[in-house]
């Protein structure tokens, strides 16, 4: 049961999403990227700004549509989300200008069960780190939580692979994954190039290791860890756990962390004197 | 009869190519396990060049380039560095033990330098054995 006082907070969100919504189509935005009581959804016209809403179930990271837009776009966005807009804005697919955030202070998400995403109960960056306008009372940030990373990295090597070779023997290549992710920006994909040597049509357990091998490697030193691409996931494989690692050796190797600020550069195009040797 | 380990090395052009050559005109004894691939600068290599070897039937890959600082091309290895390093831990939390995909900097003048290399690197793969499990289904595998 959510407190009353949750319930209220809630409710007055999503009116403060409501009336920036119309302000800024009345200015001339061309869309408000928003959830509707389905999921995502796209306000172009000032009578539907109705449609909007804010509850605990708008999951999606809706930042994931935003380079597909050329005018001025408003979008509703969480503190998690908010940390995939930096990587974007950063790697030049957004124009900070072009963007109005309505950036949203959020205490987490609850699944079909009515239960806590497991992303949420550890969330690291519960409220957005860039926004034009802030909404909600700033819950307590926790540690970002790898354990379960360090838990696989304890195992034996043979023990590790054959951990990976059995969630991946679910994967059917659908790439949903791919698709999903808000920093895999590419307008070709390495993956879907027909005549390349890179990726085969097998469906078999090397190849598929090494698609999200590829794909783990790509998205290194921008993985925000939002999530999206295990739950985009039909076979339920916990992807996550794999680009959570990036995130660590990131971090431990280099001191950067995805997502936090505009200024800094992304370790994998930069490189210092005193590098530690692989 | 065994299977011999089979090693992928990429060498750069301006060190560790000239190395290996200095280690044959030197006659210089190491194994003939590992199959040199020469590129211009470890700066050219994507870090999939790894992955791929494996999957195209490696057991091993050296990567051995000009010292840092030594760059033909002033910073190609520093990049690489980064790269290799992200690359090496996340192929060895997937299951490829570390010890199969070493990053050396080996310059034109340490022809020994580059035998001992291969040769502690072949020991090293006959103790670990083949990688089988990594290997793509195809006929050149078979």
């Known amino acids: ?278 | 009869m065994k299977e011999e380990p089979r090693i992928i090395g990429f060498l750069c052009n301006w060190c560790s190519y000239a190395g290996a050559d200095l280690a044959g005109i030197s006659r210089i004894k190491y194994p003939p396990n590992l199959k040199a691939i020469r590129v211009m600068c470890t700066g050219r290599l994507n870090p999939l060049f790894v992955l791929k070897s494996f999957q195209m039937g490696a057991d091993g890959v050296l990567v051995a380039g000009c010292h840092p600082g030594d760059c033909h091309y002033t910073s190609g290895n520093m990049h690489a560095r980064r790269r290799m390093a992200v690359m090496r831990r996340l192929l060895d939390y997937m299951g490829i033990d570390k010890r199969r995909f070493r990053v050396e900097w080996v310059s034109a003048s340490e022809g020994t330098k580059f035998a001992g290399v291969v040769e502690e690197m072949t020991d090293e793969l006959k103790k670990l054995g083949p990688l089988k499990a990594w290997r793509a289904k195809n006929e050149k595998n078979e």
Not at chain 1, 28 to 50: N, R, T
Not at chain 1, 64 to 80: A, N, R, S, T
Not at chain 1, 91 to 108: A, E, L, P, T
Not at chain 1, 125 to 133: G, L, M, T
């Open chain 1, 1 to 278: 049961m959510r407190k009353m006082s949750e319930v209220h907070e809630i409710a007055k969100i999503e009116i403060a999403i409501k009336e920036h919504a119309s302000s800024l189509l009345s200015e001339g935005a061309e869309c408000i990227i928003g959830y509707d009581k389905d999921g995502p959804c796209f306000i172009e016209d000032l009578k539907e700004v109705d449609k909007l809403v804010w509850n605990n179930h708008c999951i999606h990271n809706l930042t994931k549509y935003l380079p597909d837009f050329e005018g001025k776009v408003g979008i509703v966005v969480k503190g998690c989300d908010s940390l995939s807009l930096v990587e974007l804005i950063k790697h030049n697919q957004v124009s900070r200008d072009k963007v109005f955030i309505i950036g949203i202070s959020c205490s987490g998400i609850l699944n079909e069960k009515k239960e806590k995403y497991k992303k949420c109960k550890n969330c690291s960056h519960p409220s957005p780190v860039i926004y034009d306008v802030l909404l909600g009372e700033k819950p307590v940030p926790k540690e970002e939580d790898h354990s379960d990373v360090v838990e696989l990295e304890s195992l034996p090597h043979e023990e590790r692979f054959s951990f990976w070779e059995r969630m991946f023997s679910k994967c059917i290549k659908c790439f949903a994954c791919r698709n999903i992710c808000p920093v895999c920006f590419c307008k070709e994909c390495l993956i879907d190039r027909r005549e390349s040597k890179w990726s085969s049509k097998f469906v078999s357990t090397p190849e598929i290791l090494t698609y999200h091998v590829t794909r783990a490697f790509h998205v290194a030193d921008m993985c925000t860890a939002c999530g999206e691409c295990e739950r985009a996931c039909p076979m339920k494989i916990p992807v996550l756990k794999l680009y959570k690692k990036l995130r660590k050796d990131v971090k431990e190797l280099f001191g950067y962390e995805a997502g936090l600020n505009l200024e800094e550069t992304p370790p994998l195009i930069s490189f210092s004197e005193d590098d530690p040797e692989p």
